[in-house]
C-alpha cells in the first residue's frame, strides 16, 4: 500500500534528541529558542514564537485578537476542524464564505458581499498547500498556513508541525506575529501568563524576602513547545529543501500525467489533491491497486457544532463531490508517484502520458 501520508523524520533527529535528552532541559528551555531563531532566519521573518501545536498558534492569535461574543469573523467551511473550533468555544459568530473551485481556498468575492461593520477577523486558510490571496479588507487577517510552511501573511501566521505536515516535530506549531508586541504577549501567554525571563533573572524562584518577583495579568495557557520538539524541528530545519524540492518532483508528476490537480502560482505541496467526478468509484480502484486516498478534511459545516452557522454555499457543495487526495510525502519513491499517477489516469478512463521526471 501506497500510503496518502507519512512523517519525515531526518536521520540528524536523533543526535539532536539525544543532545538535548542528556541535558537538563527537556521542557521548553535553550533548543525553542534556537529552534525559533532558525526559523525566523530560515524564512526571513521576525517574532516567531513555538507552541506545542498548530492549534495552539491559532488559540493564541484569537486571543490577541480578543475575539468573542458579538464579534463576526468570517473563514472558509473547508479546512481542519481546528481552525473554527476555537470560534466556537469562543461563541464568535462564524460566517462562512464560500469557497473558489480551482484552488479550494476561500472566495474573495464571497467575502466582500458577507463583510460587515461586525467583522473582526478573516481567517485565511491556504488549503493543500496552494496560496490564498486576499485583497485587503481592511480588517485583520490570520493566515493558518498549516498545510503551506513557507506562505507567511496577514497580521498573524499560524503553521503547524504536525506528524505528516512538511516539517513536524511530533506535534507543535509557530505563531508568526507581524508586530513585536504581539509576539510579546504570546511568549507570555503560551506558559499561563508568567514571564520566564524574569523568573530565570531569579534563578526560577517566585519569591524573594517573602515578596513575589513575578505577577500574572492574563490567564494564559500552557502552550509552549519543548526542547525534544525542537529538537526534531531543528533537524527538519537543515532538511527543509531536502524535504520541499522531494515534494515537489513528486507533485510534478502528477501534473505531467495530467491529473485535475487542486494547483496555483505559489503551491507550497501540503497534499495532492484532485478533483474527480465518480469519486468512490475512482478511490476504489485506487484501493485496488494498493494506494490510499482520502479528503484529509471535512467541510465544517457538516458538523452539528457549526450548524447555528450554516448558509448557502454553492461551490463548496460542487466541490464536497469531487475532491480527494492521493499520496504526497517524502517517504515516496519516485517509481511510487509514477504508479499513483498512471493507476489515476486509468481510473479516469484517460490515456496514459509520458512522464518525464526532473
Known amino acids: 500500500m501506497i500510503s496518502i501520508a507519512y512523517p519525515y523524520i531526518p536521520r540528524n533527529a536523533i543526535a539532536e534528541v539525544t543532545d538535548t535528552l542528556k541535558s537538563r532541559w527537556i521542557g521548553q528551555g535553550p533548543k525553542v529558542k534556537r529552534f525559533e531563531e532558525l526559523f525566523e ?93 486576499l485583497p485587503d479588507f481592511g480588517v485583520p487577517v490570520i493566515s493558518d498556513s498549516a498545510q503551506a510552511l513557507g506562505i507567511f501573511s496577514g497580521r498573524f501566521t499560524c503553521c503547524s508541525f504536525q506528524a505528516i505536515k512538511h516539517l513536524t516535530t511530533g506535534d507543535g506549531g509557530m505563531l508568526v506575529c507581524q508586530e513585536a508586541a504581539d509576539a510579546k504577549k504570546a511568549r507570555l501567554w503560551r506558559w499561563f501568563g508568567i514571564d520566564r525571563e524574569v523568573k530565570l533573572a531569579n534563578n526560577w524562584q517566585p519569591y524573594k524576602n517573602r515578596h513575589i518577583l513575578f505577577d500574572i495579568e492574563y490567564p494564559g495557557y500552557k502552550f509552549q513547545m519543548n526542547d525534544v520538539a525542537a529538537a526534531i524541528g531543528i533537524a527538519g530545519l537543515a532538511d527543509l529543501n531536502i524535504i520541499m524540492e522531494g515534494r515537489r518532483r513528486m507533485f510534478d508528476i502528477y501534473r505531467q500525467a495530467g491529473l485535475p490537480l487542486v494547483d496555483g502560482p505559489n503551491n507550497r505541496y501540503g497534499y495532492a489533491c484532485v478533483l474527480v467526478e465518480n469519486r468512490d468509484t475512482f478511490c476504489e480502484l485506487l484501493s ?71
Not at 480578543?66 to 466556537?88: K, R, S
Not at 473558489?100 to 498547500?129: M, Q, Y
Open 41 to 133: 532566519t530560515t524564512f526571513e521573518v521576525a517574532n516567531a514564537v513555538a507552541v506545542n501545536s498548530g492549534t495552539a498558534a491559532l488559540e493564541l492569535a484569537y486571543d490577541l485578537l480578543e475575539l468573542g461574543p458579538g464579534d463576526e469573523v468570517i473563514t472558509t467551511p473547508l479546512t481542519c476542524t481546528a481552525t473554527n473550533i476555537p470560534l466556537v468555544r469562543r461563541r464568535v459568530t462564524i460566517v462562512f464564505a464560500d469557497i473558489r473551485r480551482d484552488t479550494l481556498n476561500i472566495d474573495p468575492s464571497d467575502i466582500e458581499r458577507k463583510i460587515s461593520p461586525r467583522t473582526k477577523a478573516i481567517v485565511n486558510v491556504h488549503l493543500h498547500g496552494v496560496e490564498s490571496v
Open 288 to 358: 485496488a491497486a494498493g494506494i490510499e486516498t482520502n479528503v484529509m478534511q471535512v467541510r465544517n459545516d457538516a458538523y452539528s457544532i457549526f450548524e447555528p452557522f450554516r448558509t448557502p454555499l454553492p461551490n463548496m457543495d460542487w466541490v464536497d463531490e469531487r475532491y480527494v487526495c492521493i499520496p504526497l510525502h517524502n517517504m515516496m519513491s519516485i517509481e511510487d508517484a509514477t504508479r499513483v499517477a498512471e493507476t489515476a489516469v486509468e481510473a479516469l478512463g484517460r490515456a496514459p502520458a509520458e512522464i518525464v521526471v526532473a
